[in-house]
Structures are given as C-alpha cells and as structure tokens.
C-alpha cells in the first residue's frame, strides 16, 4: 500500500531560525495536505497543494510539492513559540475509485527554544 | 459554524467490552471520514462515508471494528470485544463533498482499553 515517509521525526531549533520538514510518498499523489497539531489538540488543516511543482506560502511558512508529485516539503522562516507543533503532510493517491482517504506521514514534531 | 464535534472526549473501557464513539460532522458536509492516532504515530484512515454508505472501510483494522452513518450527518464508530491494542486517538472528520476538498478534524475521542 501507499506510504508515506516525514523526516526528521523531530526538530528543536532557537527561536528565530528556520525550519524545514520533508515528505516523500511511495506513489504518486492526486494531492498532498499539510497539517498541524498543537500538543494535545486535533490535526489542523494548514493547506492543499495539487499541481506539479506548486509552491504556495502563508506568512512565514512556504509549501512545495515536487514535479513528479511524490515529494513535498514545508518550511518555516523566522519560527517563532508560536509554531511548536507537530506538522504532518498527508498524501491522496491517485486512485480514480473515488476513495479519498488521507495517508499521513508520522510528522514532525518542531520545538522552538525562547 | 461549529466545527467537528465528537463524543465523548475521553473513553476509558475494559478489555472485552463494546464500545461506541459519536461523530457529529459540520452541517452540510457530505463526506465523513473516521481515523485513528497512536502516540507517535499520524492519524490512520480506517473508513471514508459519502452520504449513508461506507464509500471505502479497506482500513478498518477488523470486523470487530464497523462503523454506521444511518441519515447521512451523524456517524457511530463501534468497536466491540475491545482489546488493548485498540487504546488510541479516535479522530473524525468531515468534508464538503469528498473529493479532494480539505478534510476538517474534530477533537477527538480518547479511548483507553484496560
């Protein structure tokens, strides 16, 4: 079945550097999300990419998904307290039986030293 | 709106007992989707509702595992003679149509088998 791999699994880094997290999936993907997860809390949804070679951003945080739609990274410029969370991607395969299950990968868990 | 909610928040169970957990998606969304979260681990699809019927169960782990969506809104996720390698995270989520729209968490149902 199709997998999903993250790395690092974790990542501590000083308040105002930058961060990046990588994801690559065993098949191609119809499209990839990105979520974050507050300790204790709920995955929330960050963003959608779909297109080969999109690149989208939000503030500090920039989204890529490869040419080949297998592989995609998030990174964070300047993190902040703010960001500490752990970021998954989740990849829907192109499947074409109308199933639209997400495959997670085992996220990053971020920490930001003050 | 409100959000996903799910019910109860916390379930803590004896090994063998049976067990329901409640999903209330966001009003209107057709697709429903159940997964379950291990510690360490992403969230793991385990069924995918469009509608009333169960569109996709490959990731239900069992057949003590099942999962109903009677009038299409509220889902039940039922798990009977529960073992302890069922304890996790029970998360649901909701999305407009289930195509490749962006997928909704609710909070989540903590179940801990004994």
């Known amino acids: 079945g199709q997998q999903v791999m993250q790395i690092p699994q974790y990542q501590h880094v000083q308040e105002g550097e930058d961060f990046t997290t990588y994801c690559n999936s065993s098949t191609t993907l119809s499209n990839i999300q990105w979520y974050k997860q507050r300790p204790g809390g709920h995955p929330v949804f960050l963003i959608q990419?779909?297109?080969?070679?999109e690149v989208k951003k939000q503030k500090r945080l920039t989204f890529q998904f490869g040419e080949a739609k297998k592989n995609s990274s998030l990174h964070i410029t300047a993190t902040q307290t703010t960001d500490v969370g752990t970021y998954f991607c989740a990849g829907v395969p192109f499947s074409g039986a109308g199933s639209y299950q997400l495959t997670f990968g085992k996220g990053t868990k971020l920490s930001v030293i003050p | 709106g409100a959000g996903v909610s799910q019910t109860p928040s916390n379930k803590v169970t004896e090994k063998g007992k049976y067990v329901e957990l409640r999903c209330d998606p966001i009003s209107g969304h057709t697709a429903l989707y159940w997964y379950r979260q291990s510690l360490g681990q992403g969230p793991e699809f385990l069924i995918y509702?469009?509608?009333?019927?169960?569109?996709?169960d490959s990731g239900l782990p069992n057949d003590r595992f099942f999962a109903v969506r009677p009038e299409g809104s509220v889902s039940t996720l039922k798990i009977q003679r529960t073992e302890r390698g069922d304890s996790a995270v029970y998360l649901c989520?909701?999305?407009?149509?289930?195509?490749?729209?962006?997928?909704?968490f609710g909070p989540g149902t903590r179940l801990t088998v004994l």
């Open positions: 989520a909701s999305s407009l149509s289930g195509t490749e729209d962006t997928q909704y």
């Open positions: 509702f469009q509608g009333t019927g169960a569109a996709d």
């Open positions: 990419l779909v297109k080969s070679g």
